[in-house]
């Protein structure tokens, strides 16, 4: 409480932001997590957005603290949680949603476990599908500063996915992100070295014609 009294609303909104991304993302941590919110709420320097997201958080972290702990200890088993908490387990595509506050606590978790995934399981099958998660995921952590970082998973799936169909959705993904980078109320203005980057990005991932079938 007393750090957070030396930095103004918007300061100690954004600290609590990082501060909690690290309790769950890092530690895995509910109890700590959750403790971390009521020092900041009784703090009185959070803004009253941060307050009425945190009445959300404190509901997930709660509630996380009730689960039976698993043993996620095979690629398999990590990506199909981070899949059950991005409530993405009955689909066959990795997207986007409209962002939803309670939804940032399990957002959190599922990015942990991804993390271990690309970590621990060089070989995974489940590589190239956990960095489009990811890019997902943190499409849908605004005001977490970790928003770019769905741009650079989506590089690295291209890169280890060249001239593939997976490849390709990869790309798609991360023109998209791109170019809204570039995208204001004057329209949208990339760059020319963006312009030659995303060109030689699509080159990468572009699947190359099949000489048997000129055959």
Not at 53 to 77: F, G, H, I
């Amino acid at each position: 409480t007393t750090l957070f009294r030396s930095f103004n609303v918007d300061k100690v909104d954004k600290i609590a932001k990082s501060a909690l991304a690290i309790a769950v993302r890092v530690k895995s941590d509910p109890v700590k997590a959750l403790a971390l919110l009521e020092d900041i709420d009784n703090s009185g320097l959070s803004s009253k957005m941060l307050k009425h997201d945190m009445r959300d958080w404190k509901k997930s972290l709660v509630s996380w603290q009730t689960e039976s702990p698993s043993k996620l200890n095979s690629d398999a088993l990590l990506f199909a949680e981070a899949r059950r908490l991005t409530k993405q387990d009955s689909k066959d595509q990795e997207s986007s949603s409209v962002f939803e506050v309670n939804q940032t606590i399990p957002l959190l978790r599922a990015s942990s476990h991804l993390h271990d995934l690309l970590i621990n399981y060089p070989k995974s099958r489940f590589r190239a599908k956990s960095y489009l998660l990811l890019a997902s995921i943190y499409d849908q952590l605004p005001g977490f500063m970790i928003w770019d970082l769905g741009e650079h998973y989506l590089g690295a799936c291209i890169e280890e996915n060249p001239h593939s169909s997976m490849g390709e959705r990869c790309f798609e993904k991360y023109h998209e992100s791109i170019v809204l980078g570039y995208t204001g109320s004057s329209g949208t203005h990339v760059p020319s070295a963006v312009r030659q980057h995303l060109t030689r990005m699509k080159e990468l991932a572009t699947r190359k014609p099949n000489p048997s079938n000129n055959l």
